[in-house]
């Protein structure tokens, strides 16, 4: 079953159009990565999907709804949205931050949290091991335990598909691999479709079961990832000439830059 489809998606602002002729379709329970270089509009197409840019063109269903007659509400039961970890926020605790996920379902201005919503911040802080951070405030914590706790407010929102912005940037190597694992087993036993924009190729080639590549707005190509990682398509999409060979632990390509001397150029 189709969770999300994309046809011939054109957004960005009134003055200037960053994505053009997008399609693509994402089944439920599916692991899609979208990946291209800096400025190629990968997060753009997330806003675009989240109906947050002031302008949108073509189609985009979620759950067989069209989202320009949905409300933010609505959205919001479908769709959790994990931001890239850049700027600090009020001096909120770990356990505040992750039960505003549950507000969207409340009907009152001034909600309290019912046993169910207690439950599932809970059980996102514990999916997530960062239930012994409950107390402490966001703002002093670590890149990484900011991460996790950006996902657990997105399960504790209890939506079926979830859409991160680079969820690797400003990570070290272990907590990179720790939060894709975190994907996968959210993927695999919870049965939630994972949307993720990546610039970290070799990263999240095991974990996505399709591959997007943007390349100024546009896709240059999509499929599985042996189909499209190839020398010809990572040359078109990113201007640079690498190296493939068989990782030992996966048996995907792994993709390595190509360093010459001075004297060789």
Not at 25 to 34: H, Y
């Amino acid at each position: 079953m189709e969770l999300l489809s994309v046809n011939l998606l054109e957004a960005g602002y009134p003055k200037q159009v960053v994505l053009r002729e997008i399609r693509f379709k994402l089944e439920a329970g599916k692991f899609l990565a979208v990946c291209g270089r800096n400025g190629s509009g990968k997060s753009t197409l997330l806003r675009a999907l989240l109906k947050l840019l002031p302008h949108l063109k073509g189609k985009i269903y979620l759950d067989s709804r069209d989202i320009s007659q949905m409300k933010a509400r609505e959205i919001a039961a479908i769709t959790a949205y994990v931001p890239q970890v850049t700027e600090p926020v009020f001096n909120f605790s770990v356990e505040e931050i992750v039960s505003m996920a549950r507000y969207f379902r409340q009907q009152i201005y001034f909600p309290r949290l019912s046993e169910t919503d207690r439950k599932a911040v809970e059980e996102a802080l514990i999916l997530t091991e960062t239930q012994n951070l409950k107390h402490k405030s966001f703002n002093h914590l670590s890149s990484g335990e900011k991460q996790r706790v950006l996902i657990a407010r997105a399960l504790a929102q209890d939506s079926p598909l979830i859409l991160l912005d680079e969820p690797s940037s400003h990570l070290d190597l272990n907590f990179q691999l720790q939060v894709y694992q975190l994907l996968k087993r959210l993927q695999k036993e919870k049965g939630k479709t994972i949307l993720v924009t990546e610039h970290n190729l070799n990263l999240c080639l095991p974990y996505c079961d399709r591959l997007i590549f943007l390349k100024n707005g546009k896709i240059m190509a999509s499929g599985q990832p042996p189909e499209v990682v190839n020398r010809r398509i990572l040359q078109e999409v990113f201007d640079l000439e690498v190296e493939l060979r068989e990782n030992s632990s996966t048996g995907l390509p792994e993709i390595s830059l190509i360093h010459r001397r001075e004297a060789d150029q």
